[in-house]
Nanobody, 118 residues
Framework: QVQLVESGGGLVQPGGSLRLSCAAS????????MGWYRQAPGKERELVAL???????NYADSVKGRFTISKNNAKSVWSLQMNSLKPEDTAVYYC????????????WGQGTQVTVSS
């Protein structure tokens, strides 16, 4: 089992920055991929960014060049630095941990609200 707790959400003006963090506990040695997803009102949950154990990163086109995902070597904390925020970035952000062996399992945090508004 893996437990995830997010922090760092809030209200920010357009063009501003926020940093989200996800703290993992439990069987963190089993985590293969760490990531962030978001869900805006009336929309499906979507991928924001992923980072693998080796450090390779993947981003949604809508956030490339503005958001950066990072992790510590222990895979116990990963973060999402969000710059140049836009109103369309407003959503509940969820951190995700993916375990691939022996079976694929996704773990989710409780979500943190990010609101971009003037």
């Amino acid at each position: 089992q893996v437990q995830l707790v997010e922090s760092g959400g809030g209200l920010v003006q357009p063009g501003g920055s926020l940093r989200l963090s996800c703290a993992a506990s439990g069987s963190i040695f089993r985590i293969s991929v760490m990531g962030w997803y978001r869900q805006a009102p009336g929309k499906e949950r979507e991928l924001v960014a992923l980072i693998g154990s080796g450090g390779n990163q993947n981003y949604a086109d809508s956030v490339k060049g503005r958001f950066t995902i990072s992790k510590n070597n222990a895979k116990s904390v990963w973060s999402l630095q969000m710059n140049s925020l836009k109103p369309e970035d407003t959503a509940v952000y969820y951190c995700n941990a993916m375990v691939l062996t022996p079976t694929r399992v996704n773990y989710w945090g409780q979500g943190t609200q990010v609101t971009v508004s003037s």
